[in-house]
């Protein structure tokens, strides 16, 4: 059982940090501009954030090895239509598709240890999973960074086949069927999950092709006026729904709308910042695919090994302090990815900043999920964790959207003031704009001198790293907020019964 929960979340995890590593390698042979890349890791984080809460009450209601199997067979099937894409508009379909069986299987993964495991049994098969899905988490990287430089980017995504092949066989030999007998006869809030899709998918698709296609385009604007429309219809429809997806009435304990208002800041700030980061690091400062993965093993290792110790620091201290210094300390970690220009070593340029971002989210995370957990009484505990946990699925969504719009910007006018500079011949110039769209994978325009190409490639650099700069300054604020936030609504003290609605 459990090592069927650890495999099948195994495949959605690494393939949420394996892609960032390939996506260099992707945007170079499918020739995409960097928001079509944005859109081969939108595509799937949308879907996944948007139809998360809707997977686990399927698992509820119709069989949690059902459901689970199912999005475990979808996820495999889809990361076969990845590695054969031959072009990003197949890409990025295949990922929507990978995004919602991991929508089924991601939630299905802990409901099948809760539904098999007794009480004095379950935490110590959930801090298993816990522990082997960092691990996996910290290879992933690495391993398909691997991948991409000696094999293909292909073989990233269709490492998952073997991967899912041996769980649905594991599925099928050992592990039982399951249900929630409560959830039987309750109407799934269907309509919930449709307007989440489109809220997300709308706001989204307008902010990533506003810069090529402006502000002003029919599509672009109508895209956002419809994403907006369908918040509020979301929100209309939670309040209304016999069985929703997302009970409003949870957000009147402070602790709770606290917590998922730090959990909504600094996971925009993180998944942001962290989408911008491989790719800074092999466009730009020339890292292999395999090293940009192995760049964050540090973070990863800090989380795994002292997770555990900040759990206890709520108990400590109550949830208000750990929820304002772990945040700020994330925050002067994204002031140092700020600082490094083009060139010098990892570890006196990025380093210090992955050590210390290790450091402020491991006195966040933990005291995080225990505020949101004792902020209810137990029957609301998965509903609690199913929130949190869409909530940071679609801060990562809306902030590479966001801050990807951010990021062009910049780019785009440190770029034209270098090209005045440069003096190029009008035919390299032309070429030079028409390829703006591609950040810092533009290619150099042939025929240029030697000296006057290093100059120009410099000149990319160093705009993808202004543009980079002013994300990471973004990502300082947002997490700046989230600790503003824990001062203003968390309690000082843990809460001496669980809230109640």
């Not at 690494?14 to 892609?19: E, L, Y």
């Amino acid at each position: 059982m459990l090592i069927v929960a650890i495999l099948g979340s195994s495949m959605a995890f690494m393939d949420g940090t394996v892609v960032n590593v390939a996506l260099p390698a992707i945007q170079r042979d499918l020739q995409a501009t960097a928001f079509q890349a944005q859109w081969v890791v939108e595509s799937y984080a949308l879907f996944l954030a948007a139809l998360l809460l809707a997977g686990g009450a399927l698992g509820d209601r119709l069989g949690r090895r059902k459901v689970f199997a199912t999005g475990v067979a979808i996820f495999a099937l889809a990361s076969v239509a990845c590695g054969l894409a031959a072009s990003i508009q197949q890409l990025i379909a295949a990922r929507a598709v990978q995004g919602v069986g991991a929508a089924l299987l991601v939630p299905g993964s802990l409901a099948l240890i809760s539904a098999n495991f007794g009480e004095q049994e379950r935490g110590q098969a959930i801090g298993t999973w816990s522990g082997f899905s960092g691990i996996t988490a910290a290879i992933g990287p690495v391993l398909g960074g691997w991948l991409v430089d000696h094999w293909s980017w292909h073989w990233a995504f269709l490492l998952n086949v073997p991967l899912a092949a041996a769980v649905l066989w594991l599925v099928w030999r050992h592990v039982p069927e399951s249900r929630d007998p409560s959830a039987r006869g309750t109407p799934l809030d269907g309509w919930g999950a449709l307007w989440a899709t489109a809220a997300l998918g709308g706001i989204v698709y307008a902010f990533v092709e506003a810069p090529t296609q402006g502000w002003q385009a029919a599509a672009v604007l109508g895209s956002l006026l419809g994403g907006l429309v369908a918040c509020a219809a979301f929100v209309f429809t939670e309040a209304r729904a016999t069985v929703p997806m997302m009970p409003l009435h949870l957000f009147r304990n402070r602790n709770f709308t606290g917590a998922n208002l730090v959990t909504l800041l600094l996971y925009s700030a993180l998944g942001g910042s962290l989408y911008f980061f491989p790719l800074a690091l092999i466009q730009v400062q020339g890292y292999s695919a395999t090293a940009a993965g192995a760049a964050l093993l540090p973070f990863v290792l800090i989380l795994f090994a002292f997770s555990r110790p900040a759990g206890r620091l709520v108990d400590r201290f109550g949830p208000r302090g750990p929820l304002v210094v772990g945040p700020l300390v994330a925050a002067a970690a994204f002031a140092l990815f700020a600082l490094p220009g083009v060139g010098g070593a990892y570890w006196r340029t990025y380093l210090p900043a992955v050590v210390l971002l290790g450091i402020g989210m491991t006195i966040t995370i933990a005291p995080l999920t225990t505020t949101v957990m004792n902020a209810v009484d137990v029957e609301h505990s998965g509903t609690a964790s199913g929130v949190n946990n869409a909530v940071s699925r679609v801060a990562g969504v809306l902030a590479i959207a966001v801050l990807g719009l951010l990021m062009a910007w910049v780019f785009g006018q440190h770029l034209r003031n270098a090209l005045d500079a440069l003096a190029l011949p009008v035919a390299a110039r032309d070429a030079m704009l028409a390829q703006e769209s591609r950040l810092a994978g533009a290619a150099i325009p042939a025929g240029l001198d030697a000296a006057l190409a290093e100059r120009l490639h410099r000149a990319i650099g160093e705009a993808y790293i202004a543009g980079f700069r002013w994300v990471m300054g973004a990502a300082a604020a947002l997490a700046v907020l989230g600790a503003g936030c824990a001062w203003v609504w968390i309690d000082r003290t843990p809460p001496s019964s669980p809230f109640r609605p």
